[in-house]
Nanobody
Framework: QVQLVESGGGLVQAGGSLRLSCAAS????????GGWYRQAPGKQRELVAH???????NYADSVKGRFTISRDNAKSTVYLQMNSLKPEDTAVYYC????????????????WGQGTQVTVSS
């Protein structure tokens, strides 16, 4: 069963930092491209950052210069480093990734992680 396992959320004061991780379960899957989304109470889910298979990245304007998305292909993991956090960054953060099977390179589908809560206090 394919899973994306997220970790790293928590409570932090404004100005602090957190690093989120999103790992594809099992050694037979790699992350082709991936992104982080967030959803605050009463708001729609929005794209925060995205990274392609060629390591091209793009960010929401609200997080540019503060957040960095990266990947470790050997660990089939995508990260989101969040610095200078603000109360308005408070949300549930979800990763989304298109996976490939490592043994034949075939696409295995797009999956969502379970979500991790990030709370930034003022």
């Amino acid at each position: 069963q394919v899973q994306l396992v997220e970790s790293g959320g928590g409570l932090v004061q404004a100005g602090g930092s957190l690093r989120l991780s999103c790992a594809a379960s099992g050694s037979i899957f790699s992350i082709h491209n991936g992104g982080w989304y967030r959803q605050a109470p009463g708001k729609q889910r929005e794209l925060v950052a995205h990274i392609t298979s060629g390591d091209s990245t793009n960010y929401a304007d609200s997080v540019k210069g503060r957040f960095t998305i990266s990947r470790d292909n050997a660990k089939s993991t995508v990260y989101l480093q969040m610095n200078s956090l603000k109360p308005e960054d408070t949300a549930v953060y979800y990763c989304n990734a298109l996976l490939k099977r490592t043994y034949d390179g075939a696409y295995a589908g797009a999956y969502w992680g379970q979500g991790t809560q990030v709370t930034v206090s003022s």
